[in-house]
């Protein structure tokens, strides 16, 4: 019943937002993604994409002057994720804010060398455990299976995975697991993976991810859902078996 009332209730906001078929298409034309996307699940997807809107609030980061268009393909990748799982995955998250560059978070921090900084450098993006999730429009633009040092990136995906993970014990790596899912399967085999690229790193071996992916569990969590959608292929061809899992886990075969 409740259910009804709530798909009632966005639908009749949805409608007096205005949104089109032919602009949603127009937003997400240009994101080679929404190619694996077709018939029935195309219009999942869409749909899915404008209820996001009904329920998030967009919010200007710096005065930044964003676009209904940029909402929708915010949207759309956000949702890309959750297709299969359902948009109530993200009912803890309620705003989202965007810049239009990278954005300086107002807190102390410390570099490799030990030197503490008054402030952090500029960031593409950051998800809160209990806050909005901040994006930056230009490393939106920035998406495709070779867009970050040659490596796979999309940090809207990058990001609403941190809050897929902080829905159980916080950002470790370990999102909730379905109830068909063995959550020692996952620990072993993504700590089996993580100490391999590990090792490729220190001797200096090329990484089918991002190196970024190596700085915690949370941060190989997000590199590896970015890639598996931007770049399934070779997540599939170099690391199979976190591929193998991702499919369960996002309940999709980008492949």
């Given amino acids: 019943m409740f259910k009804r009332l709530r798909n009632w209730f966005e639908n009749r906001r949805?409608?007096?937002m205005?949104?089109?078929i032919s602009e949603w298409e127009s937003a997400v034309a240009d994101w080679p993604v929404m190619a694996r996307y077709q018939g029935a699940e195309r219009d999942a997807l869409?749909?899915?994409?404008?209820?996001?809107?009904?329920?998030?609030n967009f919010a200007s980061g710096g005065d930044f002057q964003f676009t209904d268009a940029m909402?929708?393909?915010?949207a759309t990748m956000a949702c890309v994720p959750v297709l299969?799982?359902?948009?109530?995955?993200y009912d803890h998250l309620y705003s989202i804010i965007l810049y239009?560059?990278?954005?300086?978070p107002n807190r102390p921090y410390r570099s490799d060398d030990g030197v503490v900084h008054p402030q952090s450098p500029g960031l593409s993006g950051e998800a809160w455990l209990r806050g909005p999730l901040i994006l930056s429009w230009q490393s939106v633009c920035q998406t495709g299976?070779?867009?970050?040092?040659?490596?796979?990136s999309n940090v809207v995906i990058h990001e609403f995975a941190h809050k897929l993970d902080m829905l159980r014990d916080g950002a470790n790596g370990a999102p909730p697991m379905h109830p068909d899912m063995k959550p020692g399967e996952w620990h072993d085999i993504f700590s089996a993976a993580w100490e391999r690229l590990q090792r490729d790193s220190i001797h200096?071996?090329?990484?089918p991810l991002d190196g970024y992916s190596l700085t915690s569990p949370a941060e190989f969590f997000a590199v590896c859902s970015e890639t598996f959608f931007e770049d399934p292929q070779n997540m599939k061809e170099h690391m199979p078996e976190v591929y193998r899992l991702l499919c369960q886990f996002y309940r999709q075969r980008p492949c």
């Fill in 14 to 16: 949805i409608r007096k």
């Fill in 18 to 20: 205005g949104f089109t």
């Fill in 46 to 56: 869409r749909d899915m994409a404008f209820r996001f809107l009904v329920r998030k």
């Fill in 71 to 74: 909402c929708l393909k915010i």
């Fill in 84 to 89: 299969h799982l359902g948009l109530d995955w």
């Fill in 100 to 104: 239009e560059g990278d954005f300086v």
């Fill in 145 to 152: 299976p070779h867009a970050r040092h040659g490596k796979a």
């Fill in 204 to 207: 200096h071996r090329p990484l």
